[in-house]
T-cell receptor, first 112, second 114 residues
Framework: QKEVEQDPGPLSVPEGAIVSLNCTYS??????FMWYRQYSRKGPELLMYTYSSGNKEDGRFTAQVDKSSKYISLFIRDSQPSDSATYLC????????????FGSGTRLSIRP | DADVTQTPRNRITKTGKRIMLECSQT?????MYWYRQDPGLGLRLIYYSFDVKDINKGEISDGYSVSRQAQAKFSLSLESAIPNQTALYFC?????????????FGDGTRLSIL
């Protein structure tokens, strides 16, 4: 079983829609949860991170974590064509040799 | 100029050839990483280095080697390339450990092994 699972999509929605992107993870020891955005022919860039259950908001983006069900979500409000990208969830557990584990990414397209 | 620069951006080569992918950074970070990205598999860690004298294997290091020539330079070698090493390769850097020390990625090298 993969440590983090993510629906690859693709997901296509009209401009202005609310987008929901989701991941599940298997190990309850993971403490930190991140979302990276990757534009075509570019490297991933960190969008948001959180370490607790609940919501964290940053502009049009909201990251949500439910540790009891091992489920993480990213919501995008008022989606724009410029949000079209691949979104990767990532999980992390702090230790001396800790590494980030990435999901496979969901490709999102916002139609004008 | 990009903070993390990868060369080449694209490479097509034949099975059995030796390939070197190079990464240089101007961010002054001690930590550097090499990942490969495959459809459906996400980013997987090949090797990482926490400083010039520190090299560590990631989850998929077989068939690869690395060299940390300086704080700013970290190269990845495929000694004898095989077709299943066809992938998108990314170099990344970070200033420390933890989510508040995010990894900064280059724009990748698209490698095709025929």
């Amino acid at each position: 079983q993969k440590e983090v699972e993510q629906d690859p999509g693709p997901l296509s929605v009209p401009e202005g829609a609310i987008v929901s992107l989701n991941c599940t993870y298997s190990n309850s020891a993971f403490q930190y949860f991140m979302w990276y955005r990757q534009y075509s022919r570019k490297g991933p860039e960190l969008l948001m991170y959180t370490y607790s259950s609940g919501n964290k908001e940053d502009g049009r983006f909201t990251a949500q974590v439910d540790k009891s069900s091992k489920y993480i979500s990213l919501f995008i409000r008022d989606s724009q064509p410029s949000d079209s990208a691949t979104y990767l969830c990532a999980i992390y557990r702090y230790s001396s040799a800790s590494k980030i584990i990435f999901g496979s990414g969901t490709r999102l397209s916002i139609r004008p | 100029d990009a903070d993390v620069t990868q060369t080449p951006r694209n490479r097509i080569t034949k099975t059995g050839k030796r390939i070197m992918l190079e990464c240089s950074q101007t961010k002054g970070h001690d930590r550097m990483y090499w990942y490969r990205q495959d459809p459906g598999l996400g980013l997987r860690l090949i090797y990482y280095s926490f400083d010039v004298k520190d090299i560590n294997k990631g989850e998929i290091s077989d068939g690869y080697s690395v060299s940390r020539q300086a704080q700013a330079k970290f190269s990845l070698s495929l000694e004898s390339a095989i077709p299943n090493q066809t992938a998108l390769y990314f170099c990344a850097t970070s200033d420390g450990q933890g989510v508040n020390q995010p990894q900064h990625f280059g724009d990748g090298t698209r490698l095709s092994i025929l």
